[in-house]
């Protein structure tokens, strides 16, 4: 089945400095795969996703780019800021199931001030 | 509106005790989904309820048992659970499939 690798399990970065985070994914058939950022004690928020057909998503400081043929995507934030603190997940939907997300061990994002 | 609302916040509850965890959405959303999350790893799936009628156990313990009472409302009865069913147990919702999912705040549960 499905298995979604992501690296590194924890960032540390300056404020201000660029922040990436790369998962890789197993099934060529994925076609879906969601950003969600979990801040302590609260549940994990949707902040960006990208379609299969699209390489590049962009939405103010966050974007996140696929490569197909890899079987790879990456979050990129840019211009960090305290309040990006917080896990990261990456996820994708394989096509043998439409509800089940398949999820990265999380990335613990640090920025120092 | 694209919240999802789970209430209690926080609970705690002895091994004998049965408890029901509640969660509303008003997005129009035709999927709901219970989640255990243990610290420091993701969510997983334990239930899945599409168009009010359940579509996926994760091979649950019949401890927890799901109810869809209508396509805004999902609970989770709790009872007899063990210590190590203390975690944050999370609500989410989509339109259809798992495609843009939105996530409750979660359910700090605690087994004593």
């Known amino acids: 089945g499905e298995n979604v690798e992501q690296h590194p399990s924890t960032l540390s970065v300056q404020e201000g400095d660029s922040a990436v985070i790369k998962c890789t994914y197993s099934?060529?058939?994925?076609?879906?795969f969601p950003w969600y950022k979990q801040e302590l004690g609260k549940g994990p928020q949707l902040i960006i996703d990208?379609?299969?057909n699209v390489g590049e998503k962009k939405d103010q400081r966050i974007a996140v780019t696929l490569n197909k043929t890899a079987k790879h995507f990456s979050l990129h934030i840019t211009e960090t800021q305290p309040e990006d603190s917080a896990v990261y997940f990456c996820?994708?939907?394989?096509?043998?199931?439409?509800?089940?997300?398949?999820w990265g061990a999380g990335t613990k994002l640090i920025i120092k001030p | 509106d694209t919240e999802v609302t789970q209430t209690p916040k926080h609970l705690v509850m002895g091994m004998t005790n049965k408890k029901s965890l509640k969660c509303e959405q008003h997005?129009?959303?035709?999927?709901m989904y219970w989640y255990k999350q243990k610290a420091k790893k993701p969510p997983e799936l334990m239930f899945v309820?599409?168009?009010?009628?359940?579509?996926i156990n994760e091979s649950v313990p019949s401890r927890f048992s799901p109810e869809c009472p209508n396509s805004s409302l999902l609970n989770l009865h709790l009872h007899a659970l063990q210590p190590e069913d203390s975690a944050l147990y999370l609500c989410?919702?989509?339109?259809?499939?798992?495609?843009?999912?939105?996530f409750g705040q979660g359910t700090r549960l605690t087994v004593v």
């Open positions: 990208i379609r299969s």
């Open positions: 309820y599409s168009y009010e009628k359940l579509s």
């Open positions: 099934d060529s058939a994925s076609n879906y």
């Open positions: 989410a919702s989509s339109q259809e499939k798992a495609v843009e999912a939105f």
């Open positions: 996820a994708s939907i394989p096509p043998a199931s439409n509800y089940q997300l398949i």
């Open positions: 997005m129009g959303h035709r999927a």
